[in-house]
């Protein structure tokens, strides 16, 4: 019955492990979201350097139809604040859910281990609980062994006392 319950919970705790490694790949698949979005992330950076780049070049427009220098600033500023805010926003928003992603997978792994110790430990157990009746049974046949070595012993010296007999017997009726 012991084997059919470790088995038992051998498939149960299978299973888990697969649950887990289900649950595993989802949330690697929440990372693989995570990276688009920092690729997202670059081409906004990248958005932003082109908008400095018309920045530039509206600048350049500015001196040529003169307007004023502070106006540009202005607008290069509100443009680049705009930016700024939205890349800082959406950044943000990516390193909470890494952060959920990590601690999530920390708390899995942690789950894990304490799994995996307690299943250690129970095997462990019922390894020594095995050996000492082993021991047990072992002690057991020894003293019967002894004891069946004792009684051997008896018998051949019956045997031998009962052959002289039978030899002095013998040569008493043969005289």
């Known amino acids: 019955m012991q084997i059919g319950d470790l088995r038992a919970r051998l498939e149960t705790e299978s299973s888990r492990c697969l649950q887990l490694d289900a649950k595993n790949q989802v949330l690697q698949q929440e990372l693989l979201s995570v990276k688009a979005t920092e690729k997202k992330c670059e081409k906004l950076e990248q958005m932003n350097k082109k908008l400095e780049q018309r920045v530039i ?22 443009i680049k604040q705009e930016v700024d805010q939205r890349v800082r926003l959406i950044l943000e928003k990516r390193l909470k859910e890494v952060n959920r992603f990590l601690q999530t997978q920390a708390a899995y792994q942690e789950k894990l281990e304490q799994f995996r110790e ?21 002690r057991s046949k020894v003293t019967n062994s002894q004891e069946l070595e004792t009684e051997l ?14 030899m002095s017997l013998t040569e008493e009726l043969s005289k």
């Open 118 to 138: 307690s299943h250690h430990a129970s095997i462990k157990s019922q390894m020594a609980l095995r050996i000492e009746e082993l021991e047990s049974e072992l």
């Open 57 to 78: 070049n509206l600048r350049s427009v500015a001196e040529v139809n003169v307007v004023e220098r502070s106006q540009v600033e202005k607008y290069k500023r509100e």
């Open 153 to 166: 012993e008896k018998y051949r010296k019956l045997y031998l006392q009962e052959s002289k007999m039978r």
